[in-house]
């Protein structure tokens, strides 16, 4: 049990102390000018049952000086809690409309569900990936920031699955995460409670070398860090042709890829071949839950338990003396 004032409860047991002394020597006072009278003391429970309901005040007031300092219990809460990244695609691929009115639009709306449906213990930033990946919200518990910047999100240029995992990752540790040009995986510290959801139709444009890190390469930093990558598919197997700086090029749902690195990660692959399954993503992903302790306030208690005694004292002086104090 912690207290927020311990000075009072120190003031208030001081004061209990003193009405406690002050009953002991009147007492005995008592006791002294009866014998001095030649009366014959009661018997040996007498001179406790009479000071009954002063000893019971006195009890009263110590515990309310144990209430006035503020006492709490530290309990165990079990929450959703946490950090998600909505790692959104805006690759010129996520303009195509074989999910209705494009990819980038309903996956901006399960984005916008999804977020809405978070609790208020989970921070939740927003990353915007074309090659590079480019960050556009860090964590935060202010929702309503994380909505705006998936509106504002527009199509354009190519995708680097590899470095989406890996801004997402910054997001989260709040410093640079990259992967060494021959292949070697950071230590990033361990992150249990974060979580990526990526929003791709998974066509990676980054190609095998240079400075885009392989998508492979970025889950292996995301599993080290006991992050997990749940991945949306957007769009269709079957696919559609779609304008690109005045070419059209084919595209279609890669969800190999995607699958590839939600395993690799522990995560969860969900395909969403139109608007109405991205609808239903927000529910299908599981936040870990974590335990924390959070202060329960006792003073209330303790404040019911004073009255009690003070009341019970207040009776037994009546009864035993006809006078109130």
Do not use: C
């Not at 006035?68 to 950090?83: E, I, L, M, N």
């Not at 990676?204 to 889950?219: F, V, Y």
């Amino acid at each position: 049990m912690s207290l927020a004032d311990p000075v009072l409860l120190a003031v208030g047991l001081l004061v209990a102390a003193g009405l406690a002394w002050a009953a002991i020597a009147a007492a005995r006072r008592r006791a002294a000018a009866l014998a001095a009278a030649g009366v014959a003391p009661g018997g040996p429970g007498r001179g406790l049952a009479r000071l009954g309901g002063v000893w019971f005040t006195i009890a009263g007031v110590a515990v309310l000086a144990i209430a006035v300092a503020g006492p709490a219990a530290s309990v165990p809460v079990t929450h959703a809690s946490g950090t998600v990244i909505l790692a959104m695609d805006v690759s010129g691929s996520m303009a195509a409309a074989d999910v209705a009115p494009s990819r980038l639009a309903a996956a901006k709306r399960a984005a916008l569900s999804f977020i809405n449906a978070q609790p208020d213990s989970v921070d939740i930033g927003v990353i915007a990936f074309q090659q590079g990946g480019l960050e556009a919200a860090l964590p935060t518990a202010d929702h309503a920031t994380a909505a705006g910047a998936v509106r504002r999100l527009t199509a354009g240029g190519g995708t680097s699955l590899g470095d989406a995992i890996l801004a997402s990752l910054s997001a989260i540790t709040r410093k640079t995460v990259t992967v060494g040009r021959d292949g070697s995986t950071p230590s990033i510290g361990y992150w249990p409670s974060a979580t990526i959801v990526l929003f791709s139709d998974g066509q990676d444009e980054a190609g095998g070398g240079g400075a885009d890190a392989s998508a492979d390469a970025a889950a292996a930093v995301a599993e080290k860090a006991g992050v997990h990558v749940d991945t949306v598919g957007v769009g269709t197997t079957t696919g559609t042709t779609v304008d690109v700086d005045g070419y059209h090029l084919f595209t279609a749902l890669d969800a190999a890829t995607l699958k590839s690195i939600s395993q690799a990660t522990g995560g969860t692959y969900h395909p969403a071949s139109d608007a109405s399954e991205l609808n239903g993503i927000a529910s299908s992903i599981n936040l870990r839950l974590t335990v924390t302790n959070q202060p329960l306030p006792l003073a209330g208690a303790f404040i019911a338990l004073a009255l009690v005694l003070l009341a019970a004292g207040a009776v037994l002086t009546v009864t035993r003396s006809g006078r109130v104090v």
